[in-house]
């Protein structure tokens, strides 16, 4: 999987932990887990990993009593983000309420993965965050695609739009709405990745969106995947 990615583990279950743990690939290098929040945003700021991957449902508690009505996840990303501003955040979970999934991602997780996922899964997925990307869990996408394409203006029709980007832009824009990661997109094109975030730039530039997460959204209302 390439070289090897420093974690945090974050969840309030010692079973799931170590169970996680175990799975992970090799190149997965656990530097510290954590229960709670203080806990959590401690450890982060100490050992500065590349992805913490954080329960969404942990248990708020008094840590986060000055952020109201957020959850766990949200509290130690707020919290952790700026004492470890190279970190980057995925999120874990069971549940299959929209509400809890995406304001995770809305206070900066790059992704979402459920917990049943393999530890393989896991691994690629901490992997892919930690270069950049963002990794979406299959059961869990819509939630997500709902979410951002409702913040998602319909300002012109689908030929219009398209007709404002490039013929590569166009082969770039459904790569990345899929899914693909920089690296699989340009290996797919035969171009480099410095080449592949430019066009991402212009895409989003042109389609006044400001994420891939909007973009995917975009794509998905259009029926361009």
Do not use: C
């Amino acid at each position: 999987m390439g070289d090897d990615v420093r974690v945090v583990i974050v969840d309030d279950h010692s079973i799931f932990r170590s169970g996680l743990r175990s799975d992970l690939d090799a190149s997965i290098v656990v530097v510290a887990e954590a229960a709670d929040v203080a806990a959590a945003v401690e450890a982060i700021a100490e050992t500065q990993p590349d992805v913490v991957l954080l329960d969404v449902h942990l248990p708020s508690g008094e840590a986060a009593a000055s952020v109201p009505d957020a959850s766990g996840g949200e509290a130690v990303i707020r919290g952790a983000a700026p004492l470890s501003p190279g970190t980057r955040f995925l999120a874990l979970s069971v549940s299959d309420a929209a509400e809890d999934v995406v304001r995770v991602i809305r206070a900066g997780a790059r992704g979402y993965i459920t917990k049943g996922s393999s530890g393989i899964e896991v691994s690629r997925a901490a992997h892919a965050v930690a270069g950049g990307d963002a990794v979406f869990s299959p059961r869990l996408a819509g939630f997500v695609l709902d979410a951002f394409g409702a913040a998602v203006g319909e300002t012109a029709t689908t030929n219009d739009e398209l007709d404002r980007l490039s013929t590569r832009e166009q082969e770039v824009m459904r790569l990345i709405a899929r899914g693909y990661a920089y690296k699989e997109v340009a290996a797919e094109l035969f171009i480099s990745m410095k080449t592949v975030e430019s066009h991402v730039s212009a895409v989003l530039r042109k389609l006044q969106l400001s994420s891939r997460y909007e973009l995917t959204a975009w794509a998905s209302a259009r029926r361009l995947l």
